[in-house]
């Protein structure tokens, strides 16, 4: 079975703090892709990071890192100097090589006040 | 270029209509999804076509009826709807044949709103 959590349900920062989102994940499948998504009120889903379960790299992308470790079935997004356009809910994703459907966690929604 | 189109944004139908959501992709992709998404919840899967076929179908009511007419094309058919079905639809896209391991580039999704 596969499943994804992400206990924290609403998350509220003033600008300029860093926040980190939790991502937990659950597969017996050894071989795995692991994505986060951030969907504005707008509604578009709008893809982040995939991250391959061979590959523990941590990866930064400007004010955008995200932590993988297997060890402790995670997958955490960091921002750094959050901003208010970063305002959204973002979702964490899995899914396996052989399967069509990627199982979202709930999705946490960030509020960025200035 | 990850742009993949919906049309319309907004709808709003009564129970006896027949309406269809129309999807868009000029990527190349050749697996297309559709998801529904109610309010402060994931989106969930509903139907896969892969290189055209159907070949996922998530136990969705016949009142839904998806069709891919050629490869960056994809409609979502709706007759009879009940209020329930009211939610967010988004359409995707992957490039391969719709594995696991390719990424899904999502639209903006069109909002349904069935009185």
């Known amino acids: 079975a596969q499943k994804v959590t992400q206990a924290q349900t609403e998350i509220s920062v003033v600008e300029k703090e860093d926040v980190t989102l939790d991502c937990v994940y659950e597969t017996r499948d050894t071989t795995y892709y692991l994505f986060w998504y951030k969907q504005p009120p707008s509604g578009e889903l709008v893809f982040l990071i995939r991250?391959?379960?061979?590959?523990?790299q941590n990866e930064i992308s400007g004010r955008y890192s995200w932590n993988f470790q297997k060890s402790t079935s995670s997958f955490n997004f960091t921002i750094t100097a959050s901003q208010v356009v970063d305002s959204a809910v973002y979702f964490c994703a899995l899914s396996t090589p052989n399967n069509n459907d990627m199982r979202f966690g709930a999705g946490t929604r960030l509020t960025v006040k200035p | 270029d990850t742009e993949v189109t919906q049309t319309p944004k907004h709808l709003v139908m009564g129970m006896t209509n027949k309406k269809s959501l129309k999807c868009e992709q000029h990527?190349?992709?050749?697996?297309m999804y559709w998801y529904k998404q109610k309010a402060k919840k994931p989106p969930e899967l509903m139907f896969v076509?892969?290189?055209?076929?159907?070949?996922i179908n998530e136990s969705v009511p016949s009142r839904f009826s998806p069709e891919c007419p050629n490869s960056s094309l994809l409609n979502l058919h709706l007759h009879a709807l009940q209020p329930e079905d009211s939610a967010l639809y988004l359409c995707?896209?992957?490039?391969?044949?719709?594995?696991?391991?390719?990424?899904?580039?999502f639209g903006p999704g069109t909002r349904l709103l069935v009185l």
């Open positions: 076509y892969s290189y055209e076929k159907l070949s």
């Open positions: 995707a896209s992957s490039q391969g044949g719709g594995r696991g391991r390719e990424t899904q580039y």
């Open positions: 991250r391959n379960s061979f590959d523990e």
């Open positions: 990527m190349g992709h050749r697996a």
